[in-house]
């Protein structure tokens, strides 16, 4: 369940807050065809399962940026900041893909309040978001996303 603030001033001074784990996401093959399908990366070691099957990973695993594309799904189930006439996505800092995600397994986000601050009359918040493999010590990715609210 996310963690919730009333108004985009209530971020300030709360930078190292933890956010909850999401519920799990299961990745399966329909996904993973799918963003083949939109971004034209029909590589063999995502979509090929048979070929995969002797591949570096034992089998297929998910597109790199298709595991960064779920940050966006996680996010709001992290944190939910209410309040505000508007936000922006400003973009994204700090990628790093750490360890592949077989297709069949679950991931799940974490995330921590990284730094808030005032920038152009609205609240600037960045939030790293790990993205965690279910039974494995290395995440997938983590990724620091920055957001910015205008309050009302």
């Given at each position: 369940m996310a963690v919730v603030f009333e108004k985009p001033a209530d971020l300030l001074g709360r930078e190292g807050t933890q956010l909850p784990p999401t519920e799990w996401l299961p990745i399966d093959?329909?996904?993973?065809?799918?963003?083949?399908?939109?971004?034209?990366?029909?590589?063999?070691?995502?979509?090929?399962?048979?070929?995969?099957?002797?591949?570096?990973?034992?089998?297929?695993?998910a597109h790199g940026y298709l595991t960064m594309?779920?940050?966006?799904?996680?996010?709001?189930?992290?944190?939910?900041?209410?309040?505000?006439?508007?936000?922006?996505?400003?973009?994204?800092?700090?990628?790093?893909?750490?360890?592949?995600?077989?297709?069949?397994?679950?991931?799940r986000g974490v995330g921590e309040i990284v730094s808030v601050s005032e920038v152009k009359g609205a609240i600037q918040s960045v939030v790293r978001v790990t993205v965690e493999i279910e039974g494995q010590d290395k995440p997938a990715c983590v990724l620091d996303t920055i957001s910015r609210y205008f309050p009302e």
């Open positions: 093959q329909d996904r993973v065809n799918g963003f083949a399908d939109v971004t034209g990366d029909h590589q063999w070691i995502h979509v090929d399962v048979e070929r995969a099957k002797d591949g570096p990973f034992g089998g297929a695993i594309s779920l940050v966006n799904y996680f996010l709001p189930q992290l944190i939910e900041v209410r309040g505000f006439a508007h936000a922006v996505n400003v973009g994204a800092d700090r990628l790093r893909f750490l360890s592949p995600v077989k297709v069949g397994s679950r991931i």
